[in-house]
């Protein structure tokens, strides 16, 4: 174990921080909100972490574009849910404190200051930075007035073709009312003069169907120096190709002016589950209303004039105070439309997922051969997904095997992983699904899913009431000789081909008899009635994580009041939860060394003297998302290892269905202590560190230290592993 500690103690980590000199060293209520961190301003912390790799030129110029397109579409989902979430405390007049105390009030205008700084920075990322090396490397996003008389004509030609057929103009008199404005829609409010000289306003949708970025032609560029002619690209905005031609759909009438707006809407579901009498359609319906749930922003362009943001601001009922004035295009998530330019000179190079040696098979029963024969783990991207999926191709298709028991989450569309259970519903396997419709922005797969599910003959359930079932787990249950074998896959992340190449996160294969029994008992748990706490290895929320959770670190307490040095890593997407952080503190009051992998929120002060100096929080950003949660617990030597889905937030330990389970093997508890958890304690390029006032800086490399990208080490791991 000395090695990671070697890690953690390395030259240039930040110096302890006072909040003030009049703290008191031993703080004794650790329920002082000045102890903690603001949940909302450290998710726009992260967010600025994502816009921070969209200014790093090391990356390739279309995954920059890639880093500012995901800060568009972070910060429309965090109104969608936590500025709508607060604004509905408000309007209820609930004043429930954020946990550094403040009220809800308080809190929006804490996120309006900092969303504001956050968009004039991805403003100038893009206007200063971004678009001009595109331009450079070929790539030109043309303003309308920028076009040539050729490119006019081809975009005057592709709006008469393509886009007015799509375009439906909304006139606002006495006579029709302000038009419904949906989520997240784009539009222009166009001013127009009628024959008898009186000015009319009308709103024209921007049609999300056809691309935000409209190619004009290509070009082939000068000869680089290593005699490959690049092709150059050109784009225009659809919303000024339309702004162009907005003659075509008013006939007759003077156009004076035209600017575009942006709207986003309350897009949180609240299921009143106990008088819903049937879930999947009171999801549908839910789902439905989402388009048109109260306006909580609306962004505007800086030239839009008074009078049109009046007009805007009465009719969709939203306060001042939430117009949000963008000097730039509208909507960054767009940016994502230029991902898909055949221009690999500007991407990440492609990497071909390692399959570990043991699962090179090709019969089906191979699977269950490999499994038997030793614990698997695959830690993706680095790892393929196909094995899963191979495992549950395997099960459909083996004879042998009796039924199939998972719980899915985020599957996205075209799944392999449906398509296997739809096959072993086919050939008589008794399967069961628990397919949670509550899963956020998902909710519309997961129903289409459900529905075909039920149609093979497949047993789906919709989840507990009032839980969401977060769980990543797959049974199969395979006949053996006179008995039965239950073979088990759990993991931290989805059963999602597409997110599991690019999210990193771990699974693991199993027989193991303990937690095949526990899978049994879990899914009989969601699937009828059982008040079951005694499960044999697993944790499982909300009947067992927390209470073993705090017993596991007030045990590595121990240890080190007992002089057998506690040491905790944790890595996971957010540390939320009080009761938790608390417990955190009160380690590190114990001497136990705390080290904290935490991609993204976190409401836990590192460094303050006498209260969490011996606590280290660090962020790693890079290429792919860091998904995957370990804890790791020193335990006087006798190390244990959880992974699993739950993350230390009060939703994931009381209100959602969460499994953390046990690696036990010692060669895996190796691997993910001494390769895992070390390479990523030892980042000096992608990590950043917090500090006790919440903010974020990089880690300074020590004079002479080996520059270390854990994603890129783990990249290099796999490319030896697929070349053996």
């Known amino acids: 174990m000395d090695e990671i500690s070697d890690l953690i103690t390395t030259p240039g980590q930040p110096a302890l921080t006072t909040l003030g000199e009049n703290e008191p060293r031993l703080p004794a209520d650790l329920d002082d909100p000045q102890w903690y961190l603001n949940r909302e301003l450290s998710q726009l912390e992260f967010f600025r972490r994502v816009l921070e790799e969209a200014k790093d030129a090391s990356h390739p110029l279309l995954e920059r574009v890639k880093f500012l397109a995901i800060v568009g579409s972070n910060l429309d989902e965090f109104f969608m849910v936590r500025v709508a979430g607060l604004k509905q405390q408000i309007a209820a007049g609930v004043v429930e404190l954020s946990l550094d105390g403040l009220t809800p009030a308080e809190q929006l205008?804490?996120?309006?200051?900092?969303?504001?700084?956050?968009?004039?920075?991805?403003?100038?990322?893009?206007?200063?930075?971004?678009?001009?090396?595109?331009?450079?490397?070929?790539?030109?996003?043309?303003?309308?007035?920028?076009?040539?008389?050729?490119?006019?004509?081809?975009?005057?030609?592709?709006?008469?073709?393509?886009?007015?057929?799509?375009?439906?103009?909304?006139?606002?008199?006495p006579g029709r009312p302000f038009p419904h404005i949906s989520n997240l829609s784009l539009n222009l409010a166009v001013l127009i003069r009628d024959p008898a000289g009186k000015e009319r306003f009308a709103r024209v949708k921007v049609p999300g169907t056809l691309p935000r970025l409209v190619p004009l032609r290509r070009s082939s560029g000068g000869v680089r120096k290593d005699g490959i002619a690049p092709r150059s690209h050109y784009f225009v905005w659809l919303e000024q190709v339309i702004a162009a031609h907005l003659e075509a759909l008013f006939p007759g009438m003077e156009i004076l002016a035209a600017h575009a707006f942006r709207v986003v809407r309350d897009a949180d579901i609240l299921i009143q589950e106990l008088e819903a009498y049937d879930l999947l359609e009171t999801m549908e319906e839910s789902v439905r209303r989402r388009r048109f749930g109260s306006v909580v922003q609306l962004a505007v362009n800086k030239s839009t004039p008074v009078d049109i943001r009046d007009i805007l601001r009465e009719n969709l009922e939203v306060e001042r105070r939430d117009i949000y004035t963008i000097?730039?295009?509208?909507?960054?998530?767009?940016?994502?439309?230029?991902?898909?330019?055949?221009?690999?000179?500007?991407?990440?190079?492609?990497?071909?997922?390692?399959?570990?040696?043991?699962?090179?098979?090709?019969?089906?029963?191979?699977?269950?051969?490999?499994?038997?024969?030793?614990?698997?783990?695959?830690?993706?991207?680095?790892?393929?997904?196909?094995?899963?999926?191979?495992?549950?191709?395997?099960?459909?298709?083996?004879?042998?095997?009796?039924?199939?028991?998972?719980?899915?989450?985020?599957?996205?569309?075209?799944?392999?992983?449906?398509?296997?259970?739809?096959?072993?519903?086919?050939?008589?396997?008794?399967?069961?699904?628990?397919?949670?419709?509550?899963?956020?922005?998902?909710?519309?797969?997961?129903?289409?899913?459900?529905?075909?599910?039920?149609?093979?003959?497949?047993?789906?359930?919709?989840?507990?009431?009032?839980?969401?079932?977060?769980?990543?787990?797959?049974?199969?249950?395979?006949?053996?000789?006179?008995?039965?074998?239950?073979?088990?896959?759990?993991?931290?992340g989805n059963y999602n081909g597409i997110t599991a190449q690019v999210y990193t996160d771990l699974g693991v294969f199993t027989c193991d008899e303990d937690i095949g029994a526990d899978a049994t008992d879990l899914f009989n748990y969601l699937t009828g009635y059982s008040a079951k706490h005694d499960y044999r290895k697993l944790l499982v929320a909300p009947i067992n994580l927390r209470a073993r959770l705090e017993s596991l670190i007030r045990r590595e307490i121990e240890h080190q009041r007992q002089g057998r040095r506690g040491h905790l890593i944790f890595k996971v997407n957010a540390i939320v939860d009080r009761p938790m952080i608390k417990l955190l503190y009160q380690a590190s009051q114990a001497g136990v060394q705390v080290d904290l992998l935490v991609r993204g929120i976190c409401c836990l002060r590192p460094g303050v003297d006498g209260l969490s100096e011996n606590i280290h929080v660090t962020s790693i950003v890079g290429r792919f998302?860091?998904?995957?949660?370990?804890?790791?617990?020193?335990?006087?030597?006798?190390?244990?290892?959880?992974?699993?889905?739950?993350?230390?937030?009060?939703?994931?330990?009381?209100?959602?269905?969460?499994?953390?389970?046990?690696?036990?093997?010692?060669?895996?508890?190796?691997?993910?202590?001494?390769?895992?958890?070390?390479?990523y304690l030892a980042d000096n390029v992608k990590a950043r560190w917090l500090g006790a006032d919440g903010n974020y800086a990089h880690r300074q490399p020590a004079p002479g230290e080996v520059l270390i990208s854990s994603q890129a080490a783990f990249l290099q791991r796999a490319l030896q592993v697929s070349r053996g």
């Open 625 to 679: 998302l860091e998904h995957s949660r370990i804890y790791y617990f020193r335990n006087g030597g006798q190390e244990d290892i959880y992974l699993g889905s739950a993350d230390l937030m009060t939703r994931n330990l009381d209100y959602r269905v969460e499994v953390l389970f046990p690696v036990e093997d010692e060669r895996l508890i190796r691997h993910l202590r001494d390769e895992v958890l070390a390479t």
């Open 327 to 492: 000097d730039g295009p509208l909507g960054l998530s767009d940016l994502m439309g230029l991902t898909p330019i055949d221009r690999y000179d500007m991407k990440d190079p492609p990497f071909v997922p390692a399959t570990p040696a043991i699962l090179n098979h090709d019969h089906d029963q191979d699977m269950f051969v490999a499994i038997r024969r030793d614990n698997i783990i695959l830690h993706h991207p680095y790892d393929s997904f196909a094995p899963v999926v191979a495992f549950l191709q395997s099960a459909a298709r083996d004879p042998d095997v009796l039924a199939i028991k998972q719980t899915l989450y985020r599957v996205g569309r075209n799944s392999p992983v449906v398509e296997a259970l739809l096959e072993a519903a086919t050939n008589g396997k008794q399967v069961a699904v628990l397919v949670e419709i509550k899963a956020r922005f998902d909710e519309e797969s997961n129903i289409g899913w459900a529905k075909r599910l039920e149609a093979e003959g497949v047993h789906v359930i919709y989840g507990l009431l009032g839980l969401k079932t977060h769980s990543k787990i797959a049974l199969v249950v395979r006949k053996e000789g006179d008995g039965v074998r239950r073979y088990v896959h759990l993991a931290t």
């Open 109 to 173: 205008a804490a996120i309006r200051k900092a969303v504001s700084k956050l968009l004039a920075e991805a403003r100038d990322c893009y206007q200063d930075d971004l678009l001009p090396t595109l331009a450079e490397a070929g790539i030109h996003i043309l303003g309308y007035p920028d076009l040539d008389h050729r490119q006019q004509a081809y975009v005057k030609k592709y709006f008469a073709q393509v886009v007015f057929p799509v375009l439906t103009p909304l006139a606002f008199d």
